[in-house]
């Protein structure tokens, strides 16, 4: 299983920027598809999920200027991040939990970093 990001860079505070990500390879049945992020020092925390099936959810601190989008048939979860902040700075990592187990995979983490 393979779950391949694109996306993120370096942009300035008030910009935006599109996160996409792929899954491949035996996955079996998808639970949920989301993002996570990890910023020095701190412990990795969920942005924003979909359940299959469900309705998307968000951490408080990213309400109203992320948006998280599934195409279930391929795949696929993207992030769209607008208005980013300095304190959005951290790596984004693509989150997969598939199975009756809820076996979570994840991608290699893609880096965000907004310039104040």
């Known amino acids: 299983v393979q779950l391949v990001e694109s996306g993120g860079g370096l942009v300035q505070a008030g910009g935006s920027l599109a996160l996409s990500c792929a899954a491949s390879?035996?996955?079996?049945?998808?639970?949920?598809m989301g993002w996570y992020r990890q910023a020095p020092g701190k412990q990795r925390e969920l942005v924003a999920n979909?359940?299959?099936?469900?309705?998307?959810n968000y951490a408080d601190s990213v309400k109203g200027r992320f948006t998280i989008s599934r195409h279930n048939a391929e795949n696929t979860v993207y992030l769209q991040m607008n208005s980013l902040q300095p304190e959005d700075t951290a790596v984004y990592y693509c989150?997969?939990?598939?199975?009756?187990?809820?076996?979570?995979?994840w991608g290699q983490g893609t880096q965000v970093t907004v310039s104040s």
């Open positions: 979909i359940p299959t099936g469900g309705n998307a």
């Open positions: 989150n997969a939990n598939s199975g009756p187990l809820g076996v979570d995979y």
């Open positions: 390879g035996s996955i079996g049945s998808i639970n949920a």
